[in-house]
């Protein structure tokens, strides 16, 4: 009996306890139920948070839609428009002279007022494709924050006030500035027409190059900024090819076109290239400019070998799979701008000052119009 009594204390000990695998395994399901479940996935979106945007602190409520329209709070693309004007600004100042400040600042405000006009015609076109992906879901028009007739009267105002920058330029200068609006009303279509919409972006950006030069001198010197502007359109191909990899699949699914899915596997080199490109184009300028000769040529040359490392370093960097880096990397881009800045400054800078009897020579025989004077 007490041997029948052990026996069955073994068998129910053994029931309770399981076999040492299942056991282990129904531990181990135990921990699992217990866990604390997974962070929700965050939603990539260009949408700034509350939290991390001035916008919801410092405007309205009905005012912050708006600045996202705009993209107050991601000045970067402001920058990327300034910068072309200020180069060419640079450049076309007297030798041993500064750029003119006010002219800088009236660019300032301009680039601000365009960049902004020129999200909003962007988000007007692309409100249905918006809608398709994931980074641009969250945009006002795209989300219904904003309706068609408040963006065409938000896009309106912008507009005055970039025509309101444009008109105090001498006339050269406003004729050119308004021949670039088909560009950057038309620049939303590309990506639906070709596969190489970055380059459209790229003659519509850079445009400024152009401006800077005429808006000083009444005129372009084309042997100084044909170059610049090449170099800010190889430029722009550059930053927005990697801007674009962060949409790859869903531009796919939506059928949106990008330099970055025609370029594939392919465009690590073609960054290369177009980086090389760039910098070669911006030296040429530089030396017709008048900011790469004389005493100017060794501060000049080393702030754009300062820029060309830097942009080695997005191309040998950048992971073209990771939608963070391809964002951080194309921000990045103010710096470099920053450096052909202060390149084409210091250039100039360095160099002897004119004589005015040399001076008036010089811009008879290279010019024809009115240097800047602000005319509003």
Known sequence: MLA???????VRAIVRRGPPRLAAATQFQRRQLCAPPPPPQQEFTDIPAASESWLHRWLPAAAVPYGQLARWDRPIGTWLLLWPCAWSTALAAPAGAPPDLAL????????????GAGCTVNDLWDRDVDRQVERTKSRPLASGALGVPQALGFLGAQLTAGLAVLVCLPPYAVGLGLASTPLWVLYPL??????WPQAVLGLTFNWGALVGWAAVHGAC??????PLYAGGVLWTLMYDTIYAHQ?????????????????????????????????????????????AGGAGGVPFGAGV???????AWQVRTVDLRSRADCLRKFQANHHFGALVFAASV?????????????????AAASEQGEPFQMAC
């Open 247 to 291: 949409d790859v699949a869903d531009d796919e699914a939506a059928g949106v076109r990008s330099s970055a899915r025609a370029l594939g596997e392919s465009a690590r080199p073609a960054l290369a290239l177009f980086a090389a490109g760039c910098i070669g184009c911006i030296a040429l300028a530089g030396a017709a400019g008048g900011a």
């Open 305 to 311: 070998g300062a820029a060309a490392a830097h942009l």
């Open 4 to 10: 029948s009594r052990l026996h069955g204390c073994r």
């Open 190 to 195: 590309a990506k639906r027409v070709t596969d």
């Open 346 to 362: 210091v250039g100039k800078l360095a160099q002897r000052r004119e004589e005015p009897e040399e001076e008036q020579e010089r």
């Open 104 to 115: 800088l600042a009236l660019f300032g405000v301009g680039s601000f007022a365009m960049r």
């Open 221 to 226: 010197h084309w042997p100084a900024v044909a």
